[in-house]
Each structure stands twice: as C-alpha cells, then as structure tokens.
C-alpha cells in the first residue's frame, strides 16, 4: 500500500512537468495501474483484517483466481508502460539530438540561422 501510494505521487510530479503527449499517455496508463493495484492491495489488507477478526467472507473474494487474475493484468499493465516510458525517456544526449538538424519531429528542431 506504501509503495503503490508512493508510485502514484511521483508519477502524479512526473505529469505535471511533462510536455510530450506520448509520454502524458504512458503516464496516464501507468497511473490508472498502480490505482487498481492499490485498491487490489487494499481489499486484501481489508479482507486479511477482517479474517483476523472472524470473519472470512471477504477472504474467499480475495483468494479467487479472477481476483489474482486482475493482479496479474494490473501488473502486466504497469510492466507495459514503464517499458513504454522508458523507451521515450530522453537524456541530454537525446534532448541535444532532438534539438538539432537530425531531429525526426520538425516542432521540436532549432533552426541554424547562419
């Protein structure tokens, strides 16, 4: 529950200073992952307490396999478009090259006026 809390706000910081649309969807996507896995998370927590207390209607939810099946898609989702992210990350080098003549996209290229 901590981590998916943490994931969350940093992508959160990540789509407030990101620009490129690509990487705003990928963002989205991954976001909309870790949701489901907190709230994945957080039936478990809920039904694991409340097995604790005597009570274990709601550990038969979480124990079946569609309940696990949505874990795996939700993991499968996050795995997805941290690979997306990671192909569009740019470092300095990327961001000089995206700036100069050999750009691919004309509205990112900075024009030589000499």
């Known amino acids: ?3 998916t ?3 969350y706000w940093d992508i959160q910081h990540h789509l407030e200073g990101t620009k490129n649309s690509d990487v705003r969807a990928a963002l989205v996507v991954k976001q909309v992952a870790v949701a489901s896995m907190a709230v994945i998370s957080l039936f478990q927590l809920i039904a694991g307490i ?3 207390l005597g009570s274990a209607k709601l550990i038969a939810i ?3 396999p569609w309940f ?3 874990a795996l898609i939700a993991g499968f989702v996050y795995l ?3 690979v997306t992210l990671n192909y569009l990350k740019r470092d ?3 961001n000089w090259l995206y700036k100069s003549t050999w750009s691919k996209t ?3 290229k900075i024009y030589d006026k000499n």
Do not use: Q, W
Request: charge should be negative.
């Open 106 to 108: 004309p509205n990112e």
């Open 62 to 64: 979480a124990m079946n």
């Open 80 to 82: 997805l478009a941290t």
């Open 5 to 7: 809390g943490f994931e």
């Open 1 to 3: 529950m901590l981590a």
């Open 68 to 70: 696990a099946a949505a």
């Open 50 to 52: 409340s097995g604790l």
């Open 92 to 94: 300095a080098i990327g």
